[in-house]
């Protein structure tokens, strides 16, 4: 049996689905979730990660887990999954983990906490997700604008479903252990491109309006830490060499490319009508 955290999320419910598919028992845990949030056959359990003790009835009989990074004591966490007999860990962190350990310092904690626990683990750090263009689902039905800063800079944003795959592989399959991936879309696109995209998927224009760096702060703020929202801006702003590169690693445990982004638009048009 394998325990989701995070299983009402973009990546977390499409990953209990993939398991599910697959023949696996799971069950998921999110903070709030009944069973109607979850496909037949599947444990819902109430979680919530900032309370580690709150874990243990999810983890009963759970032989992996799924780990996402949240709440403040990742070592509490980790000595429930110990105490209950979890033989692998997968951590879905952040690339910023890796290109700015300061601004990304929680995610590093947890990795931290992950290699020490003396667990079996896997840390997948995830780059930006396609599924944060979901911010412009509202200025989209409304008024058929998609506002973003840093019109031209470029960055591979993942498809969430592409995480969920390589999450289901390595939670299913041995020799991952100890290993750290990378996950990234196939090509880097910016903001501009990306509500192109969008605007083929709904067949109607679409106008890009760019936002000053200001404005973006403010609207980040409304969802993320002062901390959070500064290390987004800058990575969406100033990406790094390796932020901007795309890797191999969907790829290589997929054993197909990773989904661009414009199929990711096509298969959640619905949420920009």
Excluded: C
């Amino acid at each position: 049996m394998i325990t989701v955290t995070g299983a009402t999320g973009n990546v977390g419910r499409a990953l209990v689905a993939e398991l599910i598919a697959a023949g696996g028992t799971v069950t998921a845990g999110a903070r709030r979730i009944a069973p109607e949030d979850v496909p037949p056959g599947v444990r819902a359990v109430a979680v919530d990660l900032a309370q580690p003790e709150s874990l243990a009835p999810a983890l009963e009989g759970a032989e992996a887990l799924f780990l996402l990074v949240a709440g403040d004591d990742p070592d509490g966490i980790l000595r429930e999954a110990a105490a209950a007999g979890v033989g692998k860990v997968v951590l879905l962190s952040s690339q910023g983990a890796g290109t700015r350990p300061r601004a990304y310092a929680h995610a590093v904690r947890f990795e931290a906490a992950v290699a020490r626990s003396g667990l079996p683990f896997t840390i997948l750090r995830s780059g930006g997700m396609a599924s944060n263009a979901l911010a412009w689902a509202e200025p989209v039905r409304r008024e058929r604008v998609a506002p973003a800063p840093f019109a031209d800079v470029a960055l591979p944003f993942v498809d969430p479903a592409d995480v969920a795959s390589v999450a289901a592989t390595v939670l299913r399959e041995d020799g991952h252990a100890t290993a750290t991936y990378t996950l990234t879309g196939p090509e880097p696109l910016t903001p501009r491109r990306r509500a192109a995209a969008l605007a083929d998927a709904l067949g109607e224009p679409v106008t890009f309006v760019e936002q000053s760096r200001e404005e973006a702060y403010a609207q980040l703020l409304r969802v993320m830490p002062p901390a959070v929202a500064e290390g987004t801006l800058a990575v969406l702003g100033e990406p790094t060499p390796q932020e901007q590169a795309v890797s191999g690693d969907v790829e290589r445990l997929l054993g197909r490319p990773a989904t661009p982004f414009a199929a990711w638009a096509a298969r959640n048009v619905a949420a920009f009508r």
